[in-house]
């Protein structure tokens, strides 16, 4: 069970809502990840869209808890103002603070991410902070009380999985709320990886969106993040330099 | 599906039987990984063996496909004496053949891996050659007609996962018949990857045997498996360096 | 040439004083290096010391610039004080700013590092940061006016080398103050591979002080340095996933 | 001192001498590289060229070990063939044998190779051998009694550096005759690894002579080279998971 201030969820797997080829895709794709959070920027909320346009359908909205991000925010202002746009919609006080940094690498910027942070925390929000892998940038989110740490794994879209499993090691080690890991997953076994390092749960888009097949893409993501899950219940056993055999003389099987 | 010579099987995990905790567990861990194909060493055969005492019981052995290996081999003369102690056990024509060429390593010895390959292809055997990820010599014994290719991912029960990617993919690129990953899974992330990669199956014994909870880690790898087959087929997004934004200005969710 | 604000140095290695089995081998490792810049915590200061008892001879003073660091500074209130205490002391008006913000991974506080560097920029001194290696972070120090920004490869003393080259990379592209590679450097291909990613020095203290042998680990350091260097102006060759031949068919050599 | 068979050589980096710009570059890059051991392929001898169209002078001659090996050889015959066309030109009686198994990946055959490298010791020469890093080939190689093994890092020209140290080091250790790195190495940081792992020598040649700068790499090279075998005689730090203090409170500098 992933719980997340007050919300509580089966999946560990968020999925993002951008880049599909088309609204069908997306759809059958979101279906197939079992994913019950989805994420999408406030600048694209629209309410003067026509009915009968939207990816998601009514009936939908019911079945999952939308999250909306401050993606495009250049500061804690503009990410506050993307906040409150969406909570006046009518969504859910979750939100993700995105305040990015750097338009080339999309990596998050510190300062305006805590500001932005804390600013809406002090408003009520239920605040998940995407943030670098910089291990003491998390501990002071945690302490500003954000509700979860969202370190990334590489850059956004970039699909180069998870570059630095020490410091995500770390910030996962000293966390009391939970740790998703954002941005950079490229396949499964990425998912896998962050599961096993025993984080609480992942959000991905890109490296489902643009997949040769979404939908299959999403299956497999979802079966991925379950497997690393268990994995890490289970305890894996610890690498070794030399070897040891598999098949001990004494019998067993006969 | 997995074809290996004249056998077809769904799963596309194999499973060692040694170094289980207890047959309860092993029996357990078995059944939670979805595998039909069980290995063991023809050494640890003992047909006087009082009944009720086996791992498996009588009514298992229909359901599994028994796959003896020559483990403990240190030439090609051992390693095909094995294979036929196997096959007049009533046990299937099938055999991985494993011959040995370090004990520190439990590395394999190519030049008595190609020998016994060759002498029991020619007795009829189905011959599953496990091997060093060495790229031209899983082509020659490709060549002899070995029906599966087993390279290793790193030395056996060292748990290090996949170490030559590049190897393993060049391998799976020129195979014309199907490439079992087999040896140094870790974790469900390491089995994934090697799915990812291309490869048709993997066999793993010590990452679940000797996990924490043998029967939850067996069953994160039958899923680690199946998402990693499924992210292969659905085809990743390729790795880039600079980042790529998921949400893009164009109205979709609203 | 490194230039450090107004200094000038010909060397692009530099040394940290700390844990030498013994003053005579840290006093010839430290000539084995060729470093011109030696760093030292402001806390091992004392002035009460008798005389001859100091690792550096007055005779050694004049050939080396002393960069203090404020290592054990646990914010930036602590951390402008131990540099006012080294200023005082006479020393150069060079400060390594260094807060840790986690004393098992030593990792520096973003926050408390940003504050102490712009104080101490704004009293006039010449300021190196040591920081993580997040990148907006280091453009944010670049912007408070630093002039040198010190990433951390991986843990202080950990000697695992440089974990996350991206970043390293992307800071060293967006940066027009020196880029020193600080911490984490365990072996001369470590401090290699620092400067062929352009850095412009690296810092190390452990991977020398805590080698076999001090002093000739010193002098593998220079030369990798050296080579790194070298290596980066000479512009490698791209990396390939497959084979070209090395020795074409045209005639050459005869 | 690098010892091969008879043979004594100051410096450990081999160089080969194919994909130059031009023959002045090829001179002066081998002069900054320290080489005293320049490999070429025996395809590329021709004894009909015109005096004075030799990349290498005939004064230089007396001052290279000039190393022919038998690249573009296909099976072990036109490597024994090559071999013995080298010898009878006059040049030294040391072959690097290389017979290449795959034309894409140009990674070695390893039956050829063995074959090759029995007969031709049987007729005399010093074999240095190139192999890929399968650890019981290698050890089946020195078994036959070669005088140097030459364990590939990545394919040829590749640049990818060391893929899998671990086979690297189990060779190494094994050994009793130098193991020389070679093909695949890119970068000044990947020859330096490859001492520090303990190899006895690295012998590289596109990373050199395709570089943007060939001269300076060469001597970027050398120092690598000199660097990385200092590092491993002086024994590095070993590997830490968290951080250890680099600044201890006691004094030391004053």
């Not at 999408?40 to 309410?47: A, D, G, I, M």
């Not at 910089?134 to 990334?152: K, N, Y």
């Not at 939970?178 to 396949?187: E, K, L, M, R, T």
Request: hydrophobic share 45%; net charge negative; glycine share 10%.
């Amino acid at each position: 069970m992933l719980k997340i201030g007050t919300y509580e969820f089966e999946s560990r797997l968020l999925l993002g809502t951008g880049k599909y080829p088309d609204q069908e895709i997306q759809r059958k794709a979101v279906k197939a990840s079992g994913a019950e959070i989805l994420t999408f920027s406030v600048r694209r909320l629209n309410v003067f869209d026509p009915p009968g346009e939207n990816a998601l359908e009514e009936s939908d909205l019911g079945r999952f808890t939308l999250l909306p991000n401050t993606a495009g925010a250049k500061d804690a202002t503009e990410a506050v103002r993307h906040a409150q746009l969406a909570k006046a919609s009518g969504l859910c006080d979750m939100v993700k603070v995105e305040v990015i940094g750097c338009e080339k690498t999309l990596l998050p910027d510190p300062v305006e991410t805590l500001k932005a942070s804390e600013e809406l925390l002090s408003q009520g929000f239920t605040v998940l902070a995407y943030t670098s892998d910089d291990v003491v940038l998390a501990r002071r989110l945690e302490e500003l009380g954000v509700h979860a740490i969202m370190p990334g794994a590489s850059p956004i879209g970039s699909g180069q999985g998870i570059i630095n499993p020490l410091n995500l090691s770390f910030i996962i080690e000293q966390a009391r709320v939970p740790v998703i890991v954002d941005a950079g997953i490229g396949s499964p076994a990425d998912a896998a990886k962050a599961m096993e390092l025993g984080a609480d749960a992942v959000l991905l888009n890109t490296a489902v969106a643009q997949a040769g097949d979404p939908v299959k893409m999403a299956e497999a993501m979802k079966l991925a993040v379950l497997s690393g899950r268990l994995g890490y219940e289970a305890g894996r056993i610890p690498e070794k330099t030399y070897a040891t055999a598999s098949s001990p003389s004494e019998g067993l099987m006969k």
